[in-house]
C-alpha cells in the first residue's frame, strides 16, 4: 500500500465490491426461497405450473386448463389444500365511476388461495367459495390501489371499475411485495379465465395449481401420484 497507494486501493476496492456482489446474489437467492409474507408457506408450497404434450408432430408446453388442473391435483394424499389461480398477473384499468382510471396488476384466484397464503386483511374478507363457483363481479383490492382509487384503505362496499365493468369490493389487504412471485397482485378477481389455445384446449388454458403439503418428506409420493394421474 505505502510503495504503490493507487495500485493497493484499486486492489482493495476491488475486493470489496466482489464481496459485496457475491452478498447481494445470496440474498437475492435467499429472497426467493425463505419463508416471506404473505408467503410464510414457502417451506412446504409444491406448484403444478405447465403441461407438456408431445405427438407426432412436435410438442408443446402451456399452462394448464382448468379442468385439467383439477384431474391432476384434486384430492392427493399428503396435501391439506391445493389452490387453482391465474398463473401470470395481467395489466387491468381501475377506477371509480366516471374518474380517469389507473392501471394495476390483476389476478384469477379461488377461495382457497386466502387460507393458503396469510395476506393481512385491513378490511373486510376474503371470497367465499360460493362466489368463485359463481364467478359474481366482486374483487380484493390492495390499500395502495384503494387510496389511489378512492383516497381511503376503507373501500370495503365501494363500486370499482375493472376494464369498464363494475365489481364491489369485499375486502382490502395489505400491499403485497414483488418479490413474493406466488401470490403477487393489486386486484384480485373469483376466477380462472378458462382459455383455450387451438386443439389442445382439454390441457393448455391460464391454470397453475398451489399445493400446501402436510411434510416435505412426502413429496416424492406426492410427485408419484401425479405422474401415475398423467
Same mark, same amino acid.
Given at each position: 500500500?505505502?510503495?504503490?497507494?493507487?495500485?493497493?486501493?484499486?486492489?482493495?476496492?476491488? /475486493?470489496?465490491?466482489?464481496?459485496?456482489?457475491?452478498?447481494?446474489?445470496?440474498?437475492?437467492?435467499?429472497?426467493?426461497?425463505?419463508?416471506?409474507?404473505?408467503?410464510? #408457506?414457502?417451506?412446504?408450497?409444491?406448484?403444478?405450473?405447465?403441461? #407438456? =404434450?408431445?405427438? +407426432?408432430?412436435?410438442?408443446?408446453?402451456?399452462?394448464? &386448463?382448468?379442468?385439467?388442473?383439477? /384431474?391432476?391435483?384434486?384430492?392427493?394424499?399428503?396435501?391439506?389444500?391445493?389452490?387453482?389461480?391465474?398463473?401470470?398477473?395481467?395489466?387491468?384499468?381501475?377506477?371509480?365511476?366516471? +374518474?380517469?382510471?389507473?392501471?394495476?396488476?390483476?389476478?384469477? =384466484?379461488? +377461495?382457497?388461495?386466502?387460507?393458503?397464503?396469510?395476506?393481512?386483511?385491513?378490511?373486510?374478507?376474503?371470497?367465499?367459495?360460493?362466489?368463485?363457483?359463481?364467478?359474481?363481479?366482486?374483487?380484493?383490492?390492495?390499500?395502495?390501489?384503494?387510496?389511489?382509487?378512492?383516497?381511503?384503505? +376503507?373501500?370495503?362496499?365501494?363500486?370499482?371499475?375493472?376494464?369498464?365493468?363494475?365489481?364491489? =369490493?369485499?375486502?382490502?389487504?395489505?400491499?403485497?411485495?414483488?418479490?413474493?412471485?406466488?401470490?403477487?397482485?393489486?386486484?384480485?378477481?373469483?376466477?380462472?379465465?378458462?382459455? &383455450?389455445?387451438?386443439?389442445?384446449? $382439454?390441457?393448455?388454458?391460464?391454470?397453475?395449481?398451489?399445493?400446501?403439503?402436510?411434510?416435505? $418428506?412426502?413429496?416424492?409420493?406426492?410427485?408419484?401420484?401425479?405422474?401415475?394421474?398423467?
Amino acid at each position: 500500500m505505502k510503495q504503490q497507494p493507487v495500485i493497493g486501493g484499486i486492489t482493495v476496492i476491488g /475486493t470489496a465490491l466482489s464481496i459485496l456482489l457475491i452478498m447481494v446474489v445470496m440474498m437475492a437467492y435467499e429472497l426467493q426461497i425463505m419463508p416471506l409474507s404473505p408467503e410464510n #408457506c414457502r417451506d412446504r408450497l409444491l406448484i403444478g405450473r405447465a403441461v #407438456c =404434450v408431445q405427438s +407426432d408432430d412436435g410438442q408443446s408446453a402451456s399452462p394448464m &386448463s382448468v379442468s385439467y388442473a383439477h /384431474t391432476l391435483y384434486d384430492s392427493l394424499p399428503h396435501v391439506e389444500a391445493v389452490s387453482y389461480v391465474e398463473q401470470y398477473q395481467s395489466n387491468v384499468e381501475v377506477s371509480k365511476l366516471d +374518474d380517469f382510471p389507473i392501471d394495476a396488476y390483476k389476478r384469477g =384466484v379461488d +377461495d382457497v388461495f386466502w387460507r393458503i397464503f396469510d395476506f393481512t386483511f385491513l378490511y373486510g374478507r376474503p371470497f367465499n367459495e360460493a362466489e368463485v363457483a359463481s364467478e359474481l363481479n366482486v374483487a380484493i383490492i390492495t390499500e395502495k390501489i384503494a387510496r389511489e382509487v378512492f383516497g381511503t384503505a +376503507d373501500a370495503v362496499g365501494k363500486e370499482v371499475i375493472i376494464n369498464a365493468v363494475p365489481h364491489n =369490493v369485499v375486502g382490502v389487504v395489505k400491499d403485497v411485495s414483488t418479490l413474493a412471485n406466488n401470490s403477487y397482485a393489486q386486484v384480485f378477481l373469483p376466477s380462472v379465465p378458462p382459455t &383455450s389455445w387451438g386443439g389442445m384446449g $382439454d390441457f393448455f388454458g391460464t391454470c397453475e395449481a398451489l399445493l400446501l403439503v402436510d411434510d416435505m $418428506d412426502n413429496v416424492d409420493e406426492i410427485r408419484a401420484a401425479v405422474k401415475n394421474r398423467i
